[in-house]
């Protein structure tokens, strides 16, 4: 079971959503969902797919349909502004880059998969001798 982060939607309503990790088909660039915690359902997307590739453990935030999503992020120590932008109608989208081993944290198994499909081999934890 993924673990489980406090997110306040911009109406005041409190819940619990766990990350889950995919790709998306076109371009294997990350993809987050957010999903209820208990009832597994899904709650909103936190990444848009805007087309082309970016670097990985990158991704464009949809802020256009779920506007308290950088707040979540930086709450939550996810990941890090770019600097970058990317434009899709009239709308912007912010271009982060995410904490892996955050990530590998809150949803290991779809980490795992993505590291995988990317050709990512993530570091070994060493075990502490005493």
């Known amino acids: 079971m993924n673990k489980g982060l406090k997110f306040k939607s911009q109406w005041g309503q409190e819940y619990t959503v766990e990350l889950e990790i995919q790709q998306y088909m076109d371009n294997d660039c990350m993809h987050i969902d957010l999903i209820e915690q208990g009832n597994r359902e899904p709650y909103s997307n936190l990444t848009v797919n805007l087309g082309g590739k970016v670097p ?3 991704a464009y935030i949809d802020t256009n349909n779920l506007p308290e999503a950088i707040r979540f992020i930086e709450e939550h120590n996810l990941g890090e502004f770019t600097n970058i932008v990317g434009l899709s109608g009239f ?4 271009l982060y880059m ?3 081993d955050r990530l590998r944290e809150l949803c290991p198994d779809g980490m795992e998969i993505y590291e995988k499909n990317i050709g990512v081999t993530p570091p070994q934890k060493k075990e502490v001798s005493r």
């Open 56 to 58: 990985a453990y990158c």
């Open 91 to 94: 709308s912007e989208y912010p």
């Open 98 to 100: 995410f904490h892996p």
